[in-house]
């Protein structure tokens, strides 16, 4: 059966020492989480916290990631992190990719999506691959034409065993961060249409091992709905995954 999760995407907010404050506060309360639901949570801190966060991870069911990596193997790229970095402080273990944000201010392509994915495979990184569309394009109803260029253009030159580590992340970016929720039929429509894609390309039983999160504005108050339909396997959690009590009571909502 594929994997529940719940990953935090901290973006760039929390000075070191609140971070640690924010980590503790997690560790804190993980009990109050039903683990024999075989939930994953991850959480995505800013680069130079990874260290201090992965130090916080020494249980099967927690997990840190990062925000993002270069789309190239290594050399002369000042500024930019590789999956080789990344996997060489060991239990960084996941990595967000082609996040709206990346999309919209990076100019990050599905092609430098696709790269940046074949970087963290090589490295045994699992790749958290967003997409989504935008408000323009839903109220086009074009979410579908869009997503499924996100997939293809992203993700679908990978064989069907590199696929098995993907994780896709649907983020309506109209949702992002604005306070307005997908439904969770939106949500389900959408996440039954990209596992329908994958059955397509890799066959009925990748696509039921693909783990599909939502991200959008999840919060406690809304995470029970959206997590109950069947092909949303979890969150991908921005503003709520900053306070202790409102990630660990969205992992609690499956
Ligand atoms: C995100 O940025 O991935 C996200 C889902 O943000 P928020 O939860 O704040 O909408």
Known sequence: MRKKIVAGNWKMNKTFEDADELMSEIMDNLEQIDLSRDIQLIICPPFPYL??????ANDSYFAVGAQNVCDQARGAFTGEVSAEILRSLELVDYCIVGHSERRTYYNETDAIVAAKVNQLLAQDIRPIVCCGEVLEEREANKQFEVVERQITDGLFHLS??????????????????????????????????????IAKKYGDEVAQETSILYGGSCKPSNAKELFANPDVDGGLIGGASLNANDFIAIAQSF
């Open 160 to 197: 069907a065993i590199d696929f098995a580590d993907i994780i896709i992340a649907y983020e309506p970016v109209w949702a992002i961060g604005t306070g307005r929720t997908a439904t969770p039929d939106q949500a389900q429509e959408m996440h039954a249409f990209i596992r329908s894609l």
């Open 51 to 56: 260290e201090m966060c992965t130090d916080y």
